[in-house]
């Protein structure tokens, strides 16, 4: 089963470039990479379904993080971009299907390189593609939700006129714990563990109430509401209490 979700994933990558290329030169929004995107999630066992109304426009998204999956996962549904770690523009297929879908590169490890980071954040969320960022900063075994880190919601204070946050809460239900990828497990390990599992596995994405940056005084503020939401939706199962 391996070999084979790993030869379908190269068939969908070759068309997928091909028909990207294709898109690109005739200076056509191309969208490609996302639906190769959504292919990976597929071809590697996983549906995915929504719940909640999805903000599709002046909206910056807010999710938690279990594995490299969830990449491919949130873009395929929402067709965003993402804010993600320097160290997987060297990863092999995934660093390049991030590069073409517009990724912003962080890197961890350079606090004087923050400030940087959050202006090209702020330059991007005005774009027409939404932008995703995983406030946690890593990955985990979704038991509960990480300390967030607030920097790059920084790129919210001031927020652009209209622009809302929508928190997301990813689950994989009683599956999580064979999607996450925690530790010192190699991402070719947890790569193969999953395409190897024969079982579905559904992917949902919660999509919670949004709430309008500007109504808060500063990053951390914006970022504690996010985190107050999503920890609401996993206590709820899935359904966060209203907001008001």
Same mark, same amino acid.
């Given at each position: 089963?391996?070999?084979?979700? @790993?030869?379908?994933?190269?068939?969908?990558?070759?068309?997928?470039?091909?028909? /990207?290329?294709?898109?690109? @030169?005739?200076?056509?929004?191309?969208?490609?990479?996302?639906?190769? @995107?959504? $292919?990976?999630?597929?071809?590697?066992?996983?549906?995915?379904?929504?719940?909640?109304? =999805?903000? =599709?426009?002046?909206?910056?998204?807010?999710?938690? /993080?279990?594995?490299?999956?969830?990449?491919?996962?949130?873009?395929?549904?929402?067709?965003?971009?993402?804010?993600?770690?320097?160290?997987?523009? $060297?990863?092999?297929?995934?660093?390049?299907?991030?590069?073409?879908?517009?990724?912003?590169?962080?890197?961890?490890?350079?606090?004087?390189?923050?400030?940087?980071?959050?202006?090209? @954040?702020?330059?991007?969320?005005?774009?027409?593609?939404?932008?995703?960022?995983?406030?946690?900063?890593?990955?985990?075994?979704?038991?509960?939700?990480?300390?967030?880190?607030?920097?790059?919601?920084?790129?919210?204070?001031?927020?652009?006129?209209?622009?809302?946050?929508?928190?997301?809460?990813?689950?994989?239900?009683?599956?999580? /714990? =064979?999607?996450?990828?925690?530790?010192?497990?190699?991402?070719?390990?947890?790569?193969? =563990?999953?395409?190897?599992?024969?079982?579905?596995?559904?992917?949902?994405?919660?999509?919670?109430?949004?709430?309008?940056?500007? /109504?808060?005084?500063?990053?951390?503020?914006?970022?504690?509401?996010?985190?107050?939401?999503?920890?609401?939706?996993?206590?709820?199962?899935?359904?966060?209490?209203?907001?008001?």
């Amino acid at each position: 089963m391996f070999l084979l979700r @790993l030869l379908v994933m190269a068939c969908s990558l070759i068309a997928g470039l091909v028909l /990207h290329n294709f898109w690109r @030169l005739f200076r056509l929004e191309s969208p490609w990479p996302r639906l190769f @995107l959504l $292919s990976i999630s597929w071809t590697s066992g996983i549906a995915t379904a929504t719940t909640g109304v =999805r903000i =599709r426009r002046n909206v910056f998204y807010a999710a938690n /993080h279990h594995s490299w999956i969830d990449i491919p996962v949130m873009s395929g549904v929402t067709g965003c971009t993402f804010v993600a770690n320097d160290g997987i523009e $060297s990863w092999p297929l995934i660093g390049w299907l991030c590069k073409i879908n517009n990724t912003i590169f962080v890197s961890r490890e350079n606090k004087l390189s923050v400030g940087n980071q959050v202006d090209e @954040l702020r330059d991007a969320i005005t774009g027409d593609q939404p932008v995703t960022i995983f406030p946690e900063g890593t990955t985990h075994d979704g038991s509960g939700l990480l300390p967030f880190k607030p920097s790059l919601f920084a790129a919210l204070v001031p927020p652009p006129p209209g622009m809302l946050v929508q928190p997301v809460y990813l689950s994989y239900g009683r599956h999580t /714990h =064979r999607i996450a990828w925690v530790g010192d497990e190699k991402v070719t390990d947890n790569f193969w =563990r999953l395409l190897s599992y024969l079982k579905p596995i559904t992917a949902t994405l919660h999509f919670l109430e949004p709430f309008d940056p500007a /109504h808060y005084p500063d990053r951390k503020a914006i970022s504690a509401e996010v985190r107050a939401r999503i920890g609401s939706a996993m206590e709820g199962g899935g359904q966060s209490m209203p907001y008001v």
